[in-house]
């Protein structure tokens, strides 16, 4: 401890000192606040029959058991003692002693010995040695970069109906910038897509979810969350080969255009019902091979395969909401980003931009409100994703969309000199328009989260922020 310097660290209800270069990063106050809910709301929802009145910071026989893997300085594991209710033990582990050391003294500063265990060794070791007679209620997975080696162990380890709290920071992987690391990774291609953060989060549910079905499991995911350089997904874990079944159909391609950036998904499976004898059969879906993008004539890149199956738990999100305490760092954030989850549209998988539709054509860019006007007198559905300010999520084909751009060109003409010919631009606007467009102003389109002046999409949160530098402690 002489001459290493000494940082002192407040927040929620922890008070911590960090003495090596244990890894702390301040930008994820935000991740600790919703991982401090989530695991509240979990924690009575998984624990219903318990009649004691639980509070936080009280051990209690019948509550839930965390593990948090890597833990660094013991901030996470500390906050979850002293703020989630209904907790009997958590295991606060790492790889590197001094960041066990760091735990240990934490634990005593903060009075918490009751309620956290400090830990040294390898997450993976200490899961597998875990995963048979002592497995645990929830798991968090916090690393510094991806998860993708500490899952295959943890979908073993947490308990039946169980929670896996898991960050993904390595974004450039995720996000398309090497579709080859992502693929060795999480066992799927990015693209670099405007959507790139539903992908990448779509992505990480699709590796969990491969990882759980060796072992007869499958995920049901509560939220999804892709916020500043990072994602972090909470998903519970339960056993049914017969429902793993499902999993080709819950699981897709993406044919994304390499002209005009149109995209579609192509489930892996198919389930069909049969009325008659009222039995599932699963199949395999028919194809014509091939073709280039009936929009912009381009050929596309395949990606995936991606989860596309809902991201968030409506339910559980109303939950949360109902139960965001004030006095937390980021309670407005929290509060922001959960509205727009609400309302984001669970089925209609991956989102437009409205500069890449603009952009597209090089035609002047209609507003917010306008675009989201003409898809709702179409008939069709728009939200928001909290993941992106100007995300367009709908369930109109693709060809409305084009539809909607088309007219809106024609009534701002684009400029003679931009247009070059046989550019996805030309050839998007050469085609007919099919459907009717009408731009007036619906009511409908300004989403309720805007009108009550929720911070939607906060700004960066601090000045250089970023996933930090990978602790040097080890
Ligand atoms: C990003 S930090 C964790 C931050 C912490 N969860 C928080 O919220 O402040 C990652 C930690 O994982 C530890 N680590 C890396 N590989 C590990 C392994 N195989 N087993 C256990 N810990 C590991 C590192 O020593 C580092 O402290
Ligand atoms: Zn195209």
Redesign the pocket.
């Known amino acids: 401890m002489e001459g290493s310097e000494v940082k002192e660290i407040s927040e929620g209800m922890a008070r911590i000192k960090t003495y090596g270069n244990?890894?702390?990063?301040p930008v994820?106050q935000f991740?600790?606040d919703l991982s401090v809910i989530v695991l509240n709301a979990f924690a009575k929802e998984y624990k219903p029959e318990s009649q004691t009145p639980w509070e936080a910071g009280t051990k209690y026989d019948d509550g839930i058991i965390i593990l948090?893997?890597?833990?660094?300085?013991g901030?996470?594991s500390i906050r979850y003692a002293k703020e989630v209710k209904g907790v009997k033990e958590i295991v606060a582990?790492?790889?590197?002693v001094k960041?066990v050391d760091d735990i240990k003294r934490n634990i005593s500063a903060n009075a918490v010995e009751d309620l956290v265990t400090a830990s040294h060794?390898?997450?993976?070791?200490?899961m597998y040695m875990c995963r048979k007679e002592r497995r645990f209620d929830a798991i968090?997975l916090?690393?510094?970069g991806s998860p993708s080696?500490?899952l295959d162990s943890a979908v073993q380890t947490v308990k039946e109906g169980g929670l896996l709290l898991v960050?993904s920071?390595d974004m450039a992987v995720l996000a398309g910038n090497s579709p080859e690391t992502c693929h060795s990774k999480y066992g799927a291609i990015s693209l670099r897509t405007k959507a790139c953060h539903e992908m990448a989060l779509r992505i990480l549910l699709q590796c969990i979810e491969s990882h759980a079905n060796r072992y007869g499991r499958y995920i049901v995911p509560l939220l999804s969350l892709s916020a500043d350089f990072y994602i972090r997904v909470f998903v519970r874990v339960f056993t049914s080969a017969k429902i793993c079944k499902q999993t080709l159909s819950k699981l897709s391609t993406v044919y994304h255009c390499t002209g005009c950036g149109s995209f579609v998904l192509e489930p892996l499976g198919v389930i069909k019902f049969n009325e008659k004898n009222q039995q599932i059969k699963y199949g395999l879906p028919t194809r014509s091979l091939g073709g280039s993008c009936q929009h912009c004539d381009h050929p596309h890149h395949v990606g995936g395969p991606i989860w596309n199956a809902p991201l968030h738990s409506p339910q559980f999100v109303e939950k949360l909401l109902a139960e965001v305490p004030q006095h937390l760092g980021t309670f407005k954030r929290i509060e922001g980003v959960l509205n727009v989850i609400k309302e984001e549209l669970p089925d209609s998988p991956l989102y437009y931009t409205l500069e890449q539709l603009s952009g597209t054509l090089h035609v002047e860019t209609p507003s917010m409100i306008m675009i989201r006007s003409a898809i709702l007198n179409g008939g069709y559905k728009v939200s928001y994703t909290h993941m992106n300010k100007t995300s367009i999520k709908t369930n109109a084909p693709a060809k409305f969309i084009w539809d909607v751009m088309r007219i809106w060109q024609s009534k701002h003409p684009i400029s003679k000199k931009r247009s070059v010919k046989s550019t996805p631009a030309t050839t998007i606007l050469g085609k007919s328009t099919d459907f009717e467009v009408s731009f007036e102003y619906n009511a409908e389109a300004n989403p309720e989260s805007k009108k009550l002046g929720l911070l939607r999409f906060p700004q960066n949160p601090l000045p250089n922020w970023g996933?930090?530098t990978?602790?040097t402690?080890?």
């Open positions: 244990v890894f702390y990063n994820q991740n600790r948090e893997a890597l833990s660094a300085t901030l996470r582990n790492d790889i590197s960041a060794d390898d997450a993976t070791m200490l968090d916090d690393p510094y080696i500490f960050t920071t996933p930090g990978r602790a402690a080890m």
